[in-house]
C-alpha cells in the first residue's frame, strides 16, 4: 500500500488499504464459529457488518479523502486494540 502511494502521488492517485475485521455475513453465519460469541469479546460488543467496510471504502474513495494515501483503515471494531 505505502509502497504504491508514493508510487502514484505525484499522479494524483491515492492508495489506501481497508481490511475487515470479523464481519457477520451470512457465509461466516454457516461455519462452525459462533457469531454472537465472538462478538462479545470485542471491544464494541458486536460483530461488523458489511456496510461497515463498504462505508469506510466509500469515505476513501470520496473526494473527503482526496489527501489521504498509503494508509490502513482497518474495520475491526477494535479487535486488535486489547
Given amino acids: 500500500?505505502?509502497?504504491?502511494?508514493?508510487?502514484?502521488?505525484?499522479k494524483g492517485?491515492?492508495?489506501?488499504?481497508?481490511?475487515?475485521?470479523?464481519?457477520?455475513?451470512?457465509?461466516?453465519?454457516?461455519?462452525?464459529?459462533?457469531?454472537?460469541?465472538?462478538?462479545v469479546t470485542m471491544p464494541m460488543k458486536r460483530a461488523g457488518q458489511p456496510e461497515d467496510v463498504a462505508y469506510a471504502v466509500a469515505y476513501l474513495a470520496s473526494e473527503e479523502?482526496?489527501?489521504?494515501?498509503?494508509?490502513?483503515?482497518s474495520t475491526n471494531g477494535g479487535r486488535y486494540l486489547v
Fill in 13 to 39: 492517485i491515492t492508495v489506501n488499504h481497508v481490511p475487515p475485521g470479523f464481519i457477520d455475513t451470512p457465509l461466516v453465519r454457516e461455519g462452525p464459529v459462533d457469531v454472537d460469541a465472538v462478538a
Fill in 65 to 73: 479523502a482526496g489527501y489521504v494515501t498509503g494508509q490502513t483503515l
Fill in 1 to 10: 500500500t505505502r509502497a504504491l502511494a508514493i508510487e502514484f502521488a505525484d
